[in-house]
Antibody, heavy 119, light 108 residues
Framework: EVQLVESGGRLVKPGGSLRLSCATS????????MNWVRQTPGKGLEWVSS????????YYADSLMGRFTISRDNSKNSLYLLLNSLRAEDTAVYYC????????????WGQGTLVTVSS | EIVLTQSPGTLSLSPGERATLSCRAS???????LAWYQQKPGQPPRLLIY???SRATGIPDRFSGSGSGTHFTLTISRLEPEDFAVYYC?????????FGGGTTVEIK
């Protein structure tokens, strides 16, 4: 069974940093591109970042202005997102999601981890 | 950035009725690059449709997708009680992925 479990979300002050993790199981992690998607409470989905299976290529939403960094450790079957210079508008549930290897779509999602940025 | 605009924002329908949801792209997309998701409160999104019209694993055939170019449609032929939710389209035509703003299908 494919599982993705996010962790690391918490209350953090503006300007602070945080690292989110996504532990995976049930599939060959090193064969799949992965993504982070966030959702502000009561609002829509926003794609944040993607990383290819080997970690060679990384992509980010323009709105982040270079503050976030995606990474992965294929030996640990884990995906990460480092969030720097956090702002109130970064408050959201952060989901990790797997890309299907045969077509374009995020076929498995975690339950999300809540990041709250507030003083 | 490819902008996706979904309409209507909210669709009020009764069980058994047909739902038609629209997703318009700011530039033309190949049909392989358009997906649809369903999200219920407190849950992550669930992939419904990929490549415009292919149903994901386990998705009932009352869900169908169509479209081309800049206009795509998700149709739910006969609404079941569990179909009342929020629906999002997403494009993969650019390395910078984007979602539409969502359509809420609510019980009338």
């Amino acid at each position: 069974e494919v599982q993705l479990v996010e962790s690391g979300g918490r209350l953090v002050k503006p300007g602070g940093s945080l690292r989110l993790s996504c532990a995976t199981s049930g599939f060959t992690f090193s064969s799949y591109s992965m993504n982070w998607v966030r959702q502000t409470p009561g609002k829509g989905l926003e794609w944040v970042s993607s990383i290819t299976s080997s970690g060679t290529y990384k992509y980010y939403a323009d709105s982040l202005m270079g503050r976030f960094t995606i990474s992965r450790d294929n030996s640990k079957n884990s995906l990460y997102l480092l969030l720097n210079s956090l702002r109130a508008e970064d408050t959201a549930v952060y989901y990790c999601a797997r890309d299907n290897g045969n077509y374009f779509g995020h076929d498995f999602w975690g339950q999300g981890t809540l990041v709250t940025v507030s003083s | 950035e490819i902008v996706l605009t979904q309409s209507p924002g909210t669709l009020s329908l009764s069980p058994g009725e047909r739902a038609t949801l629209s997703c318009r792209a700011s530039q033309s997309l190949s049909d392989i690059y358009l997906a649809w998701y369903q999200q219920k409160p407190g849950q992550p999104p669930r992939l419904l449709i990929y490549a415009t019209s292919s149903r994901a694993t386990g998705i009932p055939d009352r869900f169908s997708g169509s479209g081309s170019g800049t206009h795509f449609t998700l149709t739910i032929s006969r609404l079941e009680p569990e179909d009342f939710a929020v629906y999002y389209c997403q494009q993969f035509g650019s390395s910078l992925l984007t979602f539409g703003g969502g359509t809420t299908v609510e019980i009338k």
